[in-house]
């Protein structure tokens, strides 16, 4: 029997009939494996108090409208969500969604348009953030998760406790085929592993799709035979419609890839989850890149409506995708902090894994089997799981770290995150090397040698030419801001 607060016991005496519906504060067992837990930061709207507001939301969000309809049944309300926890200091509401509500065979894009659809537009909210969840084994067993993993690609690329090093091309866009691809040369020759097209990139009369791919194609096999190291490019396969994302799918595949040197990079918020979903079930062999952009709109800390980075990273993990882009923890352009990014972080790569409010176990973890228990154990050191037991559990999503990142802050990431188990793509982190893309592949992949042989990057930099002339470079304080000001003035 929960103990209510005076508080919580005055604006229960407030809720009208149907309101009540969609409230129990005597749940026996929120995890009992019937609901879908979701944790929200809430402010109501004016005119309502918090639990007013909160099951005016869970309503909305299961199977309610604004009225009582003539036409709920019994059954109608066991879908009902339901208010289940307050904590009025910290302006939090629980919310438990009988995952029954859900469409059947593993759907992202149907929970989606539930707990963070309508609500979200609501006048009954004044802070609505979707901070964390908490998703039910049997829910788990609906959903694919991922299937080729960071560890397949490390495997690939016979890469082992280091982050894969990457870059995206820049400029951003401009380039036409051939110099897109002279851009990939330099990098895998300068030693670095996996290139990605930036998010924007589709077909472009400037760099059209089928030429890009074909000059990566003889871009990456010069690169492979001269440093006899193996090389991943990541597509961008986002499109106007299915049929033409499943095109350059199918072109990828039909220019002589091999297994393990491509991925399918996917815009997931602008393309939508069922790209991400269709992916994952039309190609499990190859790495699914989930980019982020446009999460910002939802993500930022001051935003009060939306969800956070670690909600984010748990559907694209749910979803299937290889990996999604979870930020920098503030080390690098883009906002971010380590409670926002590392956390998210963590949440997609482990078997058991703390997040802002729950402890997410991403397999059935039943007390006595000794098996998962010692896996659950063995992740925490990142040994490799699930590689034969996947069908007790969803597998890894890799963090992939971008933004602003240039070689000298490599180790300053890797300490805020505690694992090289993730990607990183640096842009302007290389391509703006005083000696250009080679070089800055080079002091990247030098950078990570540093970091490896635990030696300071200022002194393996001494007899590390292109890694001293990154940390110049990169190290100088950036021209003040105010001379942009003065400039945009004059105009
Ligand atoms: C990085 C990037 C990535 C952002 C995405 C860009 O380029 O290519 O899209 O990192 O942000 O376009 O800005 P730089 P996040 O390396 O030149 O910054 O990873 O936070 O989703
Ligand atoms: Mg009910
Ligand atoms: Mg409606
Ligand atoms: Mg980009």
Redesign the pocket.
């Known amino acids: 029997m929960v103990i209510k607060s005076s508080q919580l016991e005055t604006e229960l005496k407030s809720l009208n009939a149907k309101q009540l519906h969609y409230t129990n504060f005597d749940l026996p067992n929120p995890q009992n494996g019937e609901y879908l837990l979701c944790v929200f930061h809430f402010i109501p709207g004016k005119g309502m108090n918090t639990l007013q507001a909160a099951t005016e939301i869970a309503a909305e969000s299961s199977t309610g409208t604004n009225f009582t309809v003539q036409t709920e049944t019994a059954f109608s309300h066991e879908m009902d969500a339901l208010v289940y926890q307050i904590d009025y200091k910290k302006e939090l509401v629980w919310i438990a969604y009988p995952w029954r509500l859900f469409d059947r065979g593993g759907n992202i894009q149907s929970i989606l348009t539930y707990v963070v659809g309508n609500v979200l537009g609501m006048k009954q909210i004044d802070a609505l953030k979707l901070l964390d969840m908490w998703f039910p084994p049997a829910m788990l067993e609906q959903y694919d998760g991922p299937s080729y993993t960071l560890d397949d690609m490390k495997k690939y690329l016979g890469i082992k406790n280091r982050p894969v090093l990457g870059t995206?091309v820049?400029p951003?866009m401009g380039l036409t085929s051939a110099e897109y691809a002279e851009v990939c040369y330099d990098f895998w020759k300068g030693g670095g592993d996996f290139v990605k097209n930036?998010?924007p990139q589709a077909n472009q009369d400037f760099c059209p799709y089928d030429k890009m791919i074909k000059y990566v194609k003889e871009a990456m096999d010069k690169a492979v035979k001269e440093t006899g190291k193996k090389k991943v490019h990541s597509f961008n396969v986002s499109a106007s419609d299915f049929d033409t994302m499943i095109k350059r799918c199918e072109m990828i595949r039909k220019a002589g890839f091999e297994k393990g040197s491509y991925a399918y990079l996917i815009d997931g918020l602008t393309a939508g989850w069922m790209a991400v979903q269709t992916l994952r079930r039309r190609y499990p062999n190859v790495f699914i890149h989930f980019?982020?952009?446009m999460?910002g709109a939802f993500t930022r800390p001051e935003n009060p409506i939306g969800f956070s980075v670690l909600v984010l990273s748990k559907f694209a993990r749910l979803a299937g995708a290889s990996g999604i882009?979870t930020?920098?923890a503030g080390v690098?352009?883009?906002k971010?902090t380590p409670k926002d990014d590392i956390t998210a972080a963590n949440g997609i790569l482990k078997l058991l894994a703390k997040g802002h409010f729950f402890e997410q176990s991403w397999s059935k973890i039943p007390t006595k089997d000794k098996d998962v228990l010692k896996m659950v154990r063995e992740d925490s050191h990142h040994h490799v799981i699930l590689e034969d037991d996947s069908w007790r559990g969803i597998k890894k999503c890799a963090p992939?770290?971008?933004?602003?990142?240039n070689p000298v802050l490599l180790k300053p990431f890797i300490d805020i995150a505690g694992t090289t188990d993730f990607i990183t793509?640096?842009?302007?982190?290389c391509h703006a090397h005083p000696d250009g893309t080679q070089a800055g592949a080079a002091a990247l992949v030098q950078a990570c040698e540093a970091y490896q042989k635990k030696k300071p990057i200022e002194k393996y930099a001494r007899k590390h030419e292109e890694l001293r002339k990154a940390i110049e470079f990169f190290s100088k304080p950036k021209k003040s801001l105010k001379n942009v000001e003065s400039i945009e003035k004059t105009h």
């Open positions: 995206i820049k951003k930036d998010e980019h982020r952009a999460h882009h930020g920098t690098g352009k883009m971010g992939i770290v971008s933004g602003g990142l793509t640096m842009g302007a982190g």
